[in-house]
């Protein structure tokens, strides 16, 4: 709930996870707890540890709780999973108690697994912090660079404030990125806003209100930095024209800043405060280094170390022909290596791999018969309404949409084929499924494969609108 510095009764706040294993997070913050020796940190660990426990905090206690958050995670290298709970944590404690609070923590699991590199992403991050009094950092890349994945790296080391912009699931307005980040902020400080001011979501009034509240709570050479994930996907549509992208504040305050990502695209941002970008494809050297590391990283696992030794040309030769094909594409290497081990490619050397990341997806487009004749409509449209849907949608809806009669099991095959291409949630029971990547999005939208699929996006957002249509007006 948004709280109060005391609160009238001692009131339980229920709290869950989006973690995949709560159970990995509590053993890993028990850990933490058994080697510290400092007291008061030591309390600091036992508390968030019991609440996480429990999944419940007394209101009396969750501002306390709240701005633990932080301080823990920034003390101590704790593992993604305890980090996921943490910020999840904060974010339910700092949310009114009639909402839904975007929780972060499976995403940041994920997207930092296996991470490796960035040195000089960090480094100028920590740059930025130390030379202006506050400002905007923008770190800009093609898709598939790991921008998200720095971004949920970057909070899992400091615990700072975040939001995530991901267009597939729906979570795209300046509406929502006030609300998560309001929610937080109020209890990553503390701060006295028991309610959220129904306009609050009109304007970066309120935003830039808390920014200055926070601000002030915190020790003046401790800087409150904000991470937002994917300018670019953002829909400012709901915004006037006239107004930065989020209502972002064109003056921050004093110690107060803003780490973001994009694409190479223009965002809608006027800034006064000090504004820089770093472009990560200006860093060939690095990015080639690291995405050898990561490659390196994986050659532990059994199955891929076996084809690189036979058909790679060795371990070594693998990993720099591996880092070559893929174009320095993070996301490239997420797809293609775990295909190497299912056996996809394991008759072919290195010099048979798809070269980047786009030509990968059209490999697997037609491997999964898409451009058969006659066309796969059902498949093409299933596919197809995945990507195009401002949401995650339930495998009963899929079956819905569909032109000709469709029973789910044949939408589940169409699933599995695809699988390493998406997100799933469980929401109400059911589970949900999203694109994993805007990149197969993009590739999807390309003329060539709207054409060859015999159908328009257009005509697929008829049928969602459709779909949308019968199920509320028709029921």
Same mark, same amino acid.
């Given at each position: 709930?948004?709280?109060?510095?005391?609160?009238? +009764?001692?009131?339980?706040?229920?709290? @869950? =996870?989006? &973690?995949?294993?709560?159970?990995? %997070?509590?053993?890993?913050?028990q /850990? #933490?707890?058994?080697?510290?020796?400092?007291?008061?940190?030591?309390?600091?660990? +036992?508390?968030?540890?019991?609440?996480? @426990? =429990?999944? &419940?905090?007394?209101?009396?206690a %969750?501002?306390?709780?709240?701005? /633990? #958050?932080?301080?823990?995670?920034?003390?101590?290298?704790?593992?993604?999973e305890?980090?996921?709970?943490?910020?999840?944590?904060?974010?339910?404690?700092?949310?009114?108690?009639?909402?839904?609070?975007?929780?972060?923590?499976?995403?940041?699991a994920?997207?930092?697994?296996?991470?490796?590199?960035?040195?000089?992403?960090f480094?100028?991050i920590?740059?930025?912090?130390?030379?202006?009094?506050?400002?905007?950092l923008?770190?800009?890349?093609?898709?598939?660079?790991?921008?998200?994945?720095?971004?949920?790296?970057?909070?899992r080391?400091?615990?700072?404030?975040?939001?995530?912009?991901?267009?597939?699931?729906?979570?795209?307005?300046?509406?929502?990125?006030?609300?998560?980040?309001?929610?937080?902020?109020?209890?990553?400080?503390?701060?006295?806003?028991?309610?959220?001011?129904s306009?609050?979501?009109?304007?970066?009034?309120?935003?830039?209100?808390?920014?200055?509240?926070?601000?002030?709570?915190?020790?003046?050479?401790?800087?409150?930095?904000?991470?937002?994930?994917?300018?670019?996907?953002?829909?400012?549509?709901?915004?006037?024209?006239v107004?930065?992208?989020?209502?972002?504040?064109?003056?921050?305050?004093?110690?107060?800043?803003?780490?973001?990502?994009?694409r190479?695209?223009d965002?809608?941002?006027?800034?006064?405060?000090?504004?820089?970008e770093?472009?990560?494809?200006?860093?060939?050297?690095?990015?080639?280094?690291?995405?050898?590391?990561?490659?390196?990283?994986a050659?532990?696992?059994?199955?891929?170390?076996?084809?690189?030794?036979?058909?790679?040309?060795?371990?070594?030769?693998?990993?720099?022909d591996?880092?070559?094909?893929?174009?320095?594409?993070?996301?490239?290497?997420r797809?293609?290596?775990?295909?190497?081990?299912?056996?996809?490619?394991?008759?072919?050397?290195?010099d048979?791999?798809?070269?980047?990341?786009?030509?990968?997806?059209?490999d697997?487009?037609?491997?999964?018969?898409?451009?058969?004749?006659?066309?796969?409509?059902?498949?093409?449209?299933?596919?197809?309404?995945?990507?195009e849907?401002?949401?995650?949608?339930?495998?009963s809806?899929?079956?819905?949409?569909?032109?000709?009669?469709?029973d789910?099991?044949?939408?589940?095959?169409?699933?599995?084929?695809?699988?390493?291409?998406?997100?799933?949630?469980?929401?109400?029971g059911?589970?949900?499924?999203?694109?994993?990547?805007?990149?197969?999005?993009?590739?999807?939208?390309?003329?060539?494969?709207?054409?060859?699929?015999?159908?328009?996006?257009?005509?697929?957002?008829?049928?969602?609108?459709?779909?949308?249509w019968?199920?509320?007006?028709?029921?």
């Amino acid at each position: 709930m948004y709280l109060s510095p005391v609160a009238a +009764d001692n009131v339980n706040i229920s709290f @869950s =996870s989006s &973690s995949a294993d709560l159970g990995q %997070a509590l053993s890993q913050l028990q /850990s #933490v707890v058994e080697r510290e020796s400092e007291a008061g940190e030591r309390a600091a660990l +036992d508390e968030l540890l019991a609440v996480l @426990s =429990s999944q &419940s905090v007394a209101d009396t206690a %969750a501002v306390e709780v709240g701005r /633990s #958050v932080r301080r823990v995670v920034r003390r101590f290298d704790l593992p993604a999973e305890a980090v996921a709970a943490l910020v999840d944590l904060r974010a339910q404690v700092g949310s009114a108690p009639e909402t839904m609070p975007h929780l972060w923590g499976a995403l940041i699991a994920d997207r930092t697994r296996e991470f490796v590199g960035r040195r000089y992403v960090f480094e100028a991050i920590d740059e930025f912090l130390t030379e202006n009094q506050c400002g905007y950092l923008v770190l800009q890349g093609d898709p598939g660079m790991g921008k998200s994945a720095i971004l949920a790296e970057y909070v899992r080391r400091t615990g700072c404030v975040v939001h995530f912009n991901v267009r597939s699931v729906g979570v795209s307005s300046a509406a929502q990125f006030i609300r998560s980040v309001c929610a937080q902020l109020v209890a990553d400080v503390g701060l006295p806003h028991p309610v959220m001011p129904s306009n609050a979501v009109d304007s970066g009034a309120f935003l830039l209100s808390l920014l200055v509240d926070a601000r002030q709570r915190l020790p003046k050479e401790e800087p409150l930095v904000i991470a937002v994930d994917a300018l670019d996907e953002v829909d400012g549509s709901a915004q006037p024209d006239v107004a930065n992208l989020l209502f972002l504040p064109p003056v921050l305050p004093d110690g107060v800043f803003f780490v973001m990502t994009s694409r190479n695209v223009d965002v809608r941002l006027v800034a006064q405060s000090p504004y820089r970008e770093l472009d990560l494809m200006a860093h060939g050297t690095e990015n080639r280094e690291d995405v050898k590391a990561y490659v390196s990283a994986a050659m532990s696992r059994p199955e891929l170390a076996a084809w690189a030794r036979e058909y790679g040309g060795g371990v070594d030769g693998a990993i720099s022909d591996l880092a070559e094909r893929s174009e320095d594409n993070f996301m490239y290497l997420r797809y293609v290596m775990p295909e190497i081990e299912r056996g996809a490619y394991r008759r072919f050397g290195t010099d048979r791999l798809p070269r980047g990341l786009e030509n990968y997806y059209g490999d697997h487009w037609r491997m999964m018969g898409m451009t058969a004749r006659p066309l796969p409509r059902t498949k093409l449209l299933i596919v197809f309404t995945l990507c195009e849907a401002r949401q995650a949608v339930s495998r009963s809806l899929l079956a819905s949409i569909a032109t000709d009669p469709v029973d789910e099991l044949t939408v589940q095959e169409v699933l599995d084929e695809w699988k390493q291409f998406l997100h799933e949630e469980r929401v109400l029971g059911q589970t949900r499924y999203s694109p994993y990547h805007t990149s197969f999005r993009d590739f999807l939208h390309r003329k060539d494969i709207v054409q060859a699929a015999g159908l328009t996006i257009e005509w697929v957002h008829g049928q969602i609108a459709d779909l949308l249509w019968r199920t509320t007006f028709e029921q």
